[in-house]
């Protein structure tokens, strides 16, 4: 190919990809890398192309590839090290990111991607050095200004995320997540204005908010109804924020109660073998439905000087998913056969990641309930605690709020009762089938029996008692949660019985939800 035919080329796939038309790129540069292989600009171009197809093994050859031929090729790496950190190769994705800094000490995507890894692994204090360091570089990047100001929430500098947000929305009028961000942590009563200019950027015709934002703002105001105790514009907001939410999401509930289905005639006369080893770090699960006081708990048990905290890092529930679907779908595998895999030694490499200064650690990713039997499995060892709440109380919160993990029963009053029906089904058979290792506790027990239903939990994890676990308010475990305001106060009742206040407007599914309570 003549130079004039490849600069062409190469202009030709620059602008379609540009446009996301990745299988044309893919197609274009196989065909020229046949003769020009040596161009590492088109095996980066290509290596995304694949990334944005979700082709993450094709993906991985093109921009190790392209590294190699060229070493100081630092958005190739920059690429190189999301894909490792979307394998969960994260030693990997850190040098990457890393080595590129070390190219260009203002590369402003590697200093990002990097600070939001160390989020991942808890080192809040890293994360948010680096991001003031991107905002020493750049302040035009919104999403610097929201990751930042979430840092400082989740490590309760509620003042600092407060400055953040209101320099964002300054700078950038539309940026709804700031808005949800600062409602999150604003009491309304004292705070007419922003409530007021969130309603304003709703209604005005002239700004053209996309869906999303739409959401953000919608939960946003109906939070701040509530906090000024109208309930009836507060349902208003809110029942129009999950509506527009659920449009955007499919429901594999179905294929939830497939898996369950395939677990529990697995489990049913399945036959455990209690191999304990001395050596081995010990896992508290803390689980149950969202809201349902599970960060409370986390706070409490992490307060013991013995005991370290990962938080809410999924990892069981995205390692057995990847086996077990496939575009959001049930893929039928023998699960004896998984249960020789080596999902241990992964998982304790995982933590290996974590600054953890002790050998018990929390692991408070709600959805292991599913799981459990893969739990006592895996980790013979391990402490199993279910948190529950009164259940008009616990989806009422749900509905009031706006996750991040998308999943679509959430937003959908008929969808919640079809998984409560789930859930219970779930937490039952559980229930029967290991009936000793798993400690109930109910939230309101909690409240209103604060020492005794402490001092119970605590024990149940094998840990001397320490005066500490009445005072989880003052523990500074990073907390990446909704629940980072209600977890960095001391244990209060008013979220006791607050389904009331709704219950003229969610009647029927607070009576589906009672019914399937039975």
Known sequence: MDEFNFQDNIKVIIKKFKDNNFDFVIKRTNFILKDENNYDLLWTLRGISYLNKNDKINSLKCLKVAVRINPKNIDAKNYLGNLYKSLNKLKEAEKCYNECININSNYISSLFNLANL???LNNFNEAILLYNRALKVTENIEKIHINLAHAYQSTKQFKKAELILKKCLKKFPLSTEADRLLSSQINFINDED??????KKLENKK???NRNQKIDLLFSIGKGFEDKKDYKKSFHYYSKGNYLKRKTLKSNIDQKIILFDKVRSFFSNFEYKNNIFNKE????????LPRSGTTLIESIISSHDK???VGEINFLSNFINSNFFKDNKFV???ISNFLRIGLKKEYFDYLSLFNLKNDIITDKSLNNYFYLGFIKH???GSKLIHCQRNIEDNFLSIYKNLFTDNEAWKYDKEEMVKYYNLYKKIISFWNKKMSKDILNVNYEDLINNKDYTIKKI??????????KCLNHQKNNIPIRTLSVNQASKPIYSSSIGSSKNYKIYLKEMFHNLKLQSI
């Open 118 to 120: 160390k989020i991942m």
């Open 281 to 288: 770090k010990k896992i508290i699960f803390i689980f149950g």
């Open 194 to 199: 922003h409530l007021e200019s969130m309603i």
């Open 378 to 380: 895996f980790f013979p």
């Open 458 to 467: 605590i024990s149940h994890c094998g840990l001397n008692w320490s005066e």
């Open 332 to 334: 039928s595998k023998d």
């Open 307 to 309: 005991v370290s905290s």
């Open 207 to 209: 700004i053209n908010l």
